[in-house]
């Protein structure tokens, strides 16, 4: 059973720092993974997705990262803004099915 | 948000009372979702469908029922609601334009007392 862990937890930054995002997956046999954005009562954002033949993916100040072998993606976030405090979730399709799973989400806030 | 809406997007109910949950999509995407969202649980899928009348389990489907009449709607449907229950509902389509990407509705918080 796949198993998506997402570390930190919470993590705090002043604004303007560059800050990198962790997701680790148990079983490499996936179809794609992508990242989520979510804000407090708020629905999911999509962020990127990247296919698991794909290394990264860029979309402004994010880049998302993809080593299959490994297992990891990490979602870069250059020149942090307050506006970017939320709950990034990601959340790997494995190749044998539609579901996704989840990883538990890391809540960042950026303080002024 | 790709077209999806959720009704109602408020609901208190009772213990043992019947519940049915809303989704409606606009744009006659073929796969729908629908997960539930619990701290210290994360996103969970209850049922996903891939076509009219065509529905599958997912991780946590115990207590959920599904169906899916038309292409633009799918309906989650709790036929006695638990206290367990008592969470955030998400529904969620997959566009394969761009490789399958998924987009979620914008949740039902339900309560049950």
């Known amino acids: 059973k796949q198993e998506v862990t997402q570390i930190p937890a919470a993590l705090s930054v002043p604004e303007g720092e560059n800050l990198v995002l962790n997701c680790s997956f148990t079983d490499s046999a996936i179809y794609n993974l992508q990242w989520f954005r979510q804000d407090p009562g708020k629905g999911l954002t999509s962020l990127l997705l990247i296919q698991s033949s794909q290394r990264e993916q860029t979309s402004g100040r994010l880049n998302a990262s993809l080593d299959k072998s490994s297992g990891r993606s990490t979602l870069y976030i250059a020149a942090s803004q307050p506006g970017d405090s939320a709950t990034y979730l990601c959340a790997v399709r494995d190749n044998a099915g539609n579901m996704l799973t989840f990883g538990g989400g890391t809540r960042l806030m950026v303080k002024p | 948000d790709a077209g999806i809406t959720q009704s109602p997007r408020h609901k208190v109910t009772e213990t043992g009372t019947p519940v049915t949950l809303r989704c409606h999509q606009t744009?006659?995407?073929?796969?729908m979702y629908w997960y539930r969202q619990d701290p210290g649980h994360g996103l969970r899928l209850i049922h996903y469908?891939?076509?009219?009348?065509?529905?599958d389990k997912g991780e946590v489907s115990d207590g959920y029922s599904v169906s899916r009449s038309k292409t633009e709607d799918f309906l989650l449907t709790l036929e006695s609601a638990t206290s367990s229950q008592t969470s955030v509902y998400f529904c969620?389509?997959?566009?394969?334009?761009?490789?399958?990407?998924?987009?979620f509705g914008p949740g039902t918080r339900l309560l049950v007392l």
């Open positions: 469908s891939y076509g009219v009348k065509d529905t």
């Open positions: 969620a389509i997959s566009v394969r334009a761009g490789g399958e990407t998924q987009y």
């Open positions: 744009e006659n995407h073929r796969y």
